[in-house]
């Protein structure tokens, strides 16, 4: 076989081209957001893709992997230190500040789907330019609200087919009980030092919490036998928490208490949720296998490891940022993690609309004529196939045979130049000739029959 030669250039490690077979996906995904936005009250926002590094600094935490690893920063030619935003919350909050969105009706509701940036190392499902979509609800402290929003993101992926979706939620409570868990969590993980990862050893100091995300194998016994935040919480957090999840039990949406859900950014109170879709793996099971099917199938079924959706609430964020202190609750969704799912699931997508008309053209006056042609054909919203490139009749015809239309106008110098096309059946081969003026209504009944 001869060796593909590798192309000069290439798109930069963990970043990729989206292209048209993946974009109907990401299309599909936009719009289920945005119907499930505009039915509750979300108004869309776009914010730029650099900020102050500052921002996310301080607003997403300095002990973060976010800050510490992944944040493309940069100095401008003016000196300034920039960031491209890793993620949504933060840029949302400072638009909600600088544009004085405190003196709307509260709350304020907003949504956005978009492009970030993480200096991740690539592997599945993880990548370092991706897109996401976020819904935020800023200034109202209610549950009521952490429901809403863990129902929108649960409701736009069941809306996009996926099955068998479950939440992980949990709550890491606030300034008045977090403190307290944090130091028995620190001595518990000093305890057990010298059987943690370098990093985690690092993040004992900085904040023991992020031990609780940690990935690595070497600490998950570690983490599993922690204390758990949920036996801590102050009474106050603790009855938010219990509302929240009596909204959830009232919507008959399937959740799991996880404990040491903490999510990987600073800046969240109390609630924090994920949501991820149960997979399940069919592999081709050989005759002595297939006695054992059932049993072996049900091994194989999986819980995809990553979250295709995740948030929670930051009561303290808008303060942090130099606002007045408002509570929040937001969440974002993973649009390539999702995009996998869906594909992994062979969701497919309603075919968009296959022409039935297919436009030939013979010589450059027919030629010249047919584009206006096509277009009117647009104007009046009867989709139809053509081949400007192609010059002869045979191809052209080979290619309307092969699109599968029903019929093939075909223009040439004669017909031009007397107003008419001919109307080609492309099942019984018939021809007959017809004036041009008066072409895209006759088409348009003749398909609807
Ligand atoms: P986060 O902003 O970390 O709360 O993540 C929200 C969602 O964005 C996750 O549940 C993922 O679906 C997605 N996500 C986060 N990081 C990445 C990444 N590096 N590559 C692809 N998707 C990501």
């Known amino acids: 076989m001869p060796r593909k030669k590798t192309p000069k250039f290439q798109s930069l490690t963990g970043m990729h081209d989206i292209l048209p077979e993946d974009q109907k996906y990401f299309y599909e995904i936009y719009k289920t957001a945005k119907n499930i936005a505009d039915f509750y009250g979300f108004g869309e926002i776009t914010t730029p893709i650099l ?71 690539p592997q599945g499902g993880r990548y370092r330019q991706f897109w996401q979509f976020g819904f935020e609800i800023i200034g109202d402290a209610s549950p009521v609200e952490d429901a809403q929003v863990i129902l929108i993101f649960y409701k736009i992926l069941e809306e996009l087919k996926l099955k068998n979706l479950i939440i992980q939620i949990n709550s890491i409570g606030d300034h008045q009980c977090r403190p307290y868990y944090k130091r028995l969590l620190g001595s518990y993980l000093r305890a057990h030092h010298s059987s943690l990862c370098a990093d985690c050893r690092r993040r004992i100091k900085e904040n023991p919490l992020r031990v609780l995300d940690c990935k690595e194998e070497k600490c998950q016994s570690i983490i599993n036998s922690a204390p758990q935040i949920l036996d801590h919480l102050c009474r106050e957090c603790h009855d938010h928490f219990k509302e929240v999840l009596e909204y959830l039990d009232n919507l008959g949406l399937p959740y799991h208490l996880n404990p040491y859900l903490v999510r990987g950014l600073d800046y969240y109170t109390r609630t924090v949720f994920e949501i991820f879709a149960e997979q399940e793996e069919f592999h081709e099971l050989g005759d002595q296998e297939s006695k054992n099917n059932q049993e072996k199938k049900e091994s194989l079924s999986i819980i995809s490891k990553n979250a295709l959706a995740g948030g929670g609430r930051y009561d303290t964020l808008v303060k942090l940022l130099g606002g007045k202190e408002t509570p929040a609750f937001g969440a974002a969704g993973g649009v390539e993690r999702i995009v996998e799912a869906m594909k992994f699931a062979k969701i497919k997508l309603a075919r968009t609309q296959k022409p039935k008309i297919f436009l030939a053209q013979l010589g450059k006056q027919a030629k010249r004529e047919i584009l206006r042609l096509i277009e009117e054909f647009r104007q009046a919203k009867v989709p139809v196939a053509f081949s400007l490139s192609k010059d002869s009749l045979k191809s052209q015809l080979k290619l309307a045979d092969r699109l599968g239309v029903k019929y093939t106008l075909i223009l040439g110098q004669k017909e031009v130049v007397e107003g008419k096309i001919i109307i080609r059946n492309m099942q019984t081969g018939k021809q007959k000739i017809t004036a041009t003026k008066t072409i895209v209504q006759e088409m348009k009944k003749k398909i609807s029959k």
Do not use: C, N
């Not at 944040?71 to 638009?95: C, D, H, N, Q, W």
């Open 51 to 121: 900020e102050q590094a500052e921002l996310f600094s301080r607003g997403v935490g300095m002990a973060t992997d976010v800050v510490k690893k992944q944040m493309y920063t940069f100095r401008t030619k003016g000196g300034e230190l920039v960031t491209l935003r890793p993620e949504g919350t933060a840029s949302i909050v400072r638009a909600y500040i600088e544009h004085g969105m405190r003196t709307l009706p509260q709350p304020v509701k907003l949504w956005y789907f978009g492009p970030f940036f993480r200096y991740e190392k």
